[in-house]
Each structure stands twice: as C-alpha cells, then as structure tokens.
C-alpha cells in the first residue's frame, strides 16, 4: 500500500514564525501536491511538484512556498505565518500522468495564533 | 480558476435511506472523481469516471458523469453508519496539466 506520510498530525505556531511541513511518500511517485482544506471550501491547491526541483504554482500559491530536493518528500513553507494560514494541510502524491490515482496523507492541522 | 459546486453542503442520513450529491460546473471537465474523506484521515478515491454518459459502482455507491461534462452525481444505497464522512467531488483537465478541482465537500452525517 502507498504510504504518505505528513509529519506532524497537529502544529500550534504564532504569527510571523517560519513554518514546515513534511511530507514523504514511499512509492516513488513523480507527482507531489500541497492543498489547503477549510470547510465549505473543499481542498484548494497551494503548489504541485511533477518532478524533483520542479515546483508549479497551484491556485492559492500567496503565502507559500515549496522544496523538492528528493523524490519523495515535498515540503511547504509558511515563511511568516499569518492567522488566516490556520487551516488542515493536505499533502497527496500519484506516479504520474492521467487518471492515475491520488493518493492523501492523514493531514496536519495547523493553527497560527 | 474553475469552480465546483457541491450540494448539498450537509445531510443527515437513517440507516437504509437511499441518499444522493451533486456536483456541477461551469466548464467541462475530462474526467471526474468522488472521494471519502473519514475524521482525522485524508480523502480517499471512491470511483473515477472517464467517459461523459457514464455509470459506474463501487458496492453500494454509484456514481455518474454526466452528459454535458459539466456534472456528476453520487448515490450511496441502503446507508449505514460507516458511510459518514466527508464526500468529495473533483474534476480533472487534461489541457490544465491534469490537476484536480475539488468540490467543497457534503458532510454525511448520522441521524441521532
């Protein structure tokens, strides 16, 4: 089975301190993503990466930043974190290319106080 | 970028009920995906749909793309307990590198 994993389940951070998230997937996937949950909203992309060093903007992108040194792992980066970044952070992963399936991480509840 | 519009946002089912969501667009999409998403976990992929017209069933749930492109719905027979969650929609478009928009989401809930 496809593991994606995200490293911190809950994060309490204060405004203007630097934040990561990690996320590391175990099946060699090409493709890694970032999105934002807030309810009613569904899931909003905030950057994708279809290769290593590669990063694509999504369409929340403000406020965000990525890495992609290995394949497997993909890190978003809230340089200055702000309270309306308080949010659930979903990071998924697929091999590549159309129809392929996505796959999810458990999610990192971030709250910026 | 495009919108999906889900509905209903929430709903309470009883043990048997048959219960159906929605999901439409202002532009067409190539293909469109229904997920589950259970507390304290992320979505997972329920059913994928490739062609406009088409039907398809995972167990008790049946899913449809729509003639236009533009909609989708979900249908959950005889629903239990376990079916609460959160379900979303998603479209995806090959001229927009394959990416996915998401629905915002219909919070399936448990009558008390």
Same mark, same amino acid.
């Given at each position: ?113 | ?50 062609? &406009? #017209?088409? /039907?398809?069933?995972? @167990? ?5 793309? *729509?003639? =236009? +492109? ?19 929609? &998603? #479209?995806? /478009?090959?001229?927009? @590198? ?5 629905? *915002?989401? =219909? +919070? ?5």
């Amino acid at each position: 089975d496809v593991k994606v994993t995200q490293s911190s389940r809950y994060l309490v951070k204060r405004t203007g301190e630097k934040v990561f998230l990690e996320c590391v997937q175990d099946m060699d996937h090409e493709n890694m993503f970032w999105y934002r949950q807030d309810p009613g909203l569904g899931l909003r992309l905030i950057y994708f990466s279809y290769d290593v060093k590669m990063k694509e903007k999504g369409d929340i992108p403000e406020g965000y930043s990525v890495s992609r040194e290995k394949k497997e792992r993909f890190s978003l980066i809230l340089e200055s974190a702000s309270t309306n970044q308080t949010s659930m952070y979903l990071c998924a992963s697929r091999l590549g290319g159309a129809g392929e399936k996505l796959f999810f991480g458990s999610g990192t509840q971030l709250s910026v106080l | 970028g495009q919108q999906l519009n889900q509905s209903p946002q929430s709903m309470f089912i009883q043990e048997g009920e048959d219960v159906s969501m929605n999901c439409t667009s202002s532009s067409i999409f190539n293909t469109w995906l229904w997920y589950k998403q259970e507390p304290g976990e992320g979505p997972v992929l329920l059913i994928a749909l490739y062609k &406009a #017209g088409e /039907l398809t069933s995972n @167990g008790r749930l049946t899913a449809q793309f *729509g003639i =236009t +492109r533009k909609d989708s719905f979900l249908n959950i027979s005889a629903s239990i307990p376990s079916d609460v969650g959160i379900y979303f929609c &998603a #479209g995806q /478009l090959k001229a927009a @590198g394959n990416k996915l928009t998401f629905g *915002g989401g =219909t +919070r399936v809930l448990v009558k008390p």
